[in-house]
Each structure stands twice: as structure tokens, then as C-alpha cells.
């Protein structure tokens, strides 16, 4: 299957996880309020890719919700 707007979307956002999730796991935050930063950062991302599967599907099913 042809790679859509929304994968294209969704993987350069899931890259940028990969890199905030890297980022920590070397313990490269300097701070607690930088951890909760890129937590929260991470967090967020996943919330966007969430609700761009969300709309792939209803594009895909033809909903016009």
C-alpha cells in the first residue's frame, strides 16, 4: 500500500519520540524540569500520532466526522 500524508506525518513524528526517548535514556537531561519537559514533550507526540491514526481511519472508511 502507498504510503499516505498521515504515515509520512506519523513516522516523522515517531522519529521525533525516538530522539526525546534516546535523549533520556542517556540521562542526558540536566535537570527534573527538563525530564518533566521532554516528558511531557513525548507525551504529546504520542498524543499527535494518536489522532492522525485516528483520522487515517476515518479518511479511510470515508467518515466525515
Given amino acids: ?3 499516505t500524508i498521515f504515515d509520512v506525518l506519523a ?5 521525533e519520540i ?3 526517548q ?9 535537570d ?3 525530564y518533566r519537559e521532554i516528558v ?3 507525551r504529546g507526540l504520542k498524543s499527535s500520532v494518536q489522532h492522525i491514526q485516528d483520522l487515517a481511519k476515518q ?3 470515508g467518515d466525515d466526522d
Fill in 40 to 42: 511531557g514533550l513525548i
Fill in 32 to 34: 527534573y524540569a527538563n
Fill in 59 to 61: 479518511q479511510l472508511e
Fill in 22 to 30: 534516546n535523549f533520556l535514556e542517556a540521562g542526558s537531561a540536566k
Fill in 1 to 3: 500500500m502507498a504510503k
Fill in 18 to 20: 525516538a530522539s526525546a
Fill in 11 to 15: 513516522n516523522k513524528i515517531e522519529a
